[in-house]
């Protein structure tokens, strides 16, 4: 049996935020110097820079595959160390290239070497939390964690405006180091000796066996790739879209900022309501919201003509705010039959939704040139995907219980 409590700590889950949220700086910071950096390095097609985005999710996606095994069998602590040092290892590579598609490599390996904190941290919550209250506890460690996009973008302008776009890779290092430090002294191991399993070369094929054993952890998995990828669009295209369409370059920082609050307020309000009403009843009314404020975009500006800002922001509001009701609750209910095998279990959870989301948004983000509504089309098509697998879920329960 997994050691699970139903009590708040709060340096335990500004830690585990933490370690996310180097993913994230490492991601938004670089936002607004994507056209300073495709300048640099001799970018001629600007909806290239997209790939600075999309492709450290990529590394993000397979480095759990390596990560989330091995943790189970050497623990927790020392495989967050590994994948620390390849971060380092790939960011030195970011700021000594001239060519952009080595700086491309360096981002799959950036991804990877993220993956490791970025997995474990939803493995130590799984090892020390379960049920409702493990949808609790990933809600506030989200809701922190995105309290970095929020400033993120503006740090990123700061370096920019001051030193370079270099500095941006800095920055992240140095923040990294902290975090490792902190995690060092005052983090301690979550997987017991007694409980981890034996290292074999069969041991991820066995892992992603018994994962499939359990239909609900693959079905919220897919849920969470189909909503994933629609987001990542977003992440990939915002400044192109603030910059280039609406011609708003000096407020990009302070746009992205106003939204990541309206998903950091709903990961908030998730945490305060989730063990009285329960993850899945709370994630599907989200779900049917993403999807029906994403179609309804569609239908009134299917011209292709996009709308003023105050309307556009608005929409994405509305849209973000729901995806707070979604991202944290999906992750618990995929985890939550997983507690035997949580590092394995994140790996695969992440690496499938990450590997499906790549491709989605690189696909969708390649329309994103002149109009916001092909973003709202994927927005669309995957809300009504998510939605139906929920659907699917829910007859199934309903039939179990005849």
């Avoid at 949808?135 to 990123?156: R, Y």
């Amino acid at each position: 049996m997994q050691k699970t409590n139903n009590k708040f700590q709060f340096e335990f889950v500004a830690l585990m935020a933490s370690l996310m949220s180097i993913v994230a700086l490492s991601i938004d910071a670089l936002l607004p110097a994507l056209p300073e950096i495709g300048n640099s390095l001799n970018v001629t097609n600007t909806s290239d820079n997209q790939l600075l985005i999309t492709m450290i999710f990529l590394g993000l996606g397979f480095g759990q595959l390596i990560f989330g095994p091995l943790s189970d069998s050497f623990g927790r602590k020392p495989i967050v160390y590994i994948g620390f040092i390849v971060f380092i290892i790939a960011s030195i590579i970011c700021v000594t290239t001239k060519s952009f598609e080595m700086m491309i490599i360096a981002r799959v390996l950036q991804g990877i070497g993220l993956s490791s904190p970025r997995t474990l941290s939803i493995a130590i919550v799984r090892d020390s939390y379960s049920g409702d209250y493990m949808a609790k506890i990933l809600s506030i460690v989200v809701m922190v964690f995105i309290l970095v996009p929020i400033i993120a973008p503006t740090l990123g302008l700061f370096l920019l405006n001051f030193y370079n776009w270099e500095s941006i890779f800095y920055v992240n290092l140095i923040y990294g180091l902290l975090i490792m430090l902190w995690f060092w002294k005052r983090q301690p191991e979550t997987l017991d000796k007694e409980k981890r399993i034996k290292f074999t070369s069969h041991q991820f094929i066995d892992g992603a066996r018994e994962f499939i054993k359990y239909k609900d952890a693959v079905a919220f998995t897919l849920i969470s790739g189909f909503i994933t990828g629609s987001f990542m669009v977003y992440l990939s295209t915002s400044q192109q879209i603030f910059q280039e369409q609406y011609n708003m370059a000096d407020m990009f920082p302070y746009i992205f900022a106003s939204l990541a609050i309206s998903i950091g307020f709903a990961t908030y309000l998730n945490s305060v309501l989730v063990v009285k009403y329960g993850m899945w009843r709370i994630s599907y009314l989200a779900t049917i919201a993403y999807a029906v404020i994403s179609i309804l975009y569609v239908f009134l500006f299917w011209s292709g003509n996009n709308p003023s800002i105050g309307i556009l922001l608005g929409f994405f509001a509305i849209q973000f705010f729901a995806v707070g009701f979604i991202f944290g609750n999906l992750r618990a209910l995929a985890m939550q039959p997983l507690g035997h095998i949580a590092g394995i279990g994140a790996a695969i959870n992440g690496f499938v939704s990450t590997v499906m989301a790549v491709p989605i948004a690189n696909y969708i983000g390649g329309f994103v040139t002149n109009s916001v509504l092909p973003l709202f089309i994927g927005f669309s098509i995957f809300g009504v995907l998510s939605l139906l697998t929920f659907i699917f879920l829910k007859r199934k329960k309903r039939l179990l219980h005849v």
